[in-house]
């Protein structure tokens, strides 16, 4: 069973910077999509970020200008760079794989930011 390990959460200044890394246990074929998702206390779930294969890259509103995506097809890892950081984006960050058989999540990681 392949499971997505994500890294790179923790606590932050408003302003500051954190990147996300997350990469599955075992090899995944057939990705159609990757991406981040983010639940705030409260909330509900909501996507982020994602990149499809072939077709370009996604952004939540809200962090668009401040968080990038980006791929390494050759290890299956998506990132994410969240920069100038915003005490809202406070979340439990989960990664996203899509195939063309199933959903993976990752475990999440805690993104928090305050001074």
């Known amino acids: 069973q392949v499971q997505l390990v994500e890294s790179g959460g923790g606590l932050v200044q408003p302003g500051g910077s954190l990147r996300l890394s997350c990469a599955p246990s075992g090899r995944l074929s057939s990705i159609s999509a990757m991406g981040w998702y983010r639940q705030a206390p409260g909330e509900q779930r909501e996507s982020v970020a994602t990149a499809t294969t072939g077709a370009g890259t996604v952004y939540a509103d809200s962090v668009k200008g401040r968080f990038t995506i980006s791929r390494d097809n050759a290890k299956n890892t998506v990132y994410l760079q969240m920069d100038s950081l915003k005490p809202e984006d406070t979340a439990v960050y989960y990664c996203?794989?899509?195939?063309?058989?199933?959903?993976?999540w990752g475990q999440g990681t805690q993104v928090t930011v305050s001074s």
């Open positions: 996203h794989i899509v195939t063309l058989w199933r959903h993976y």
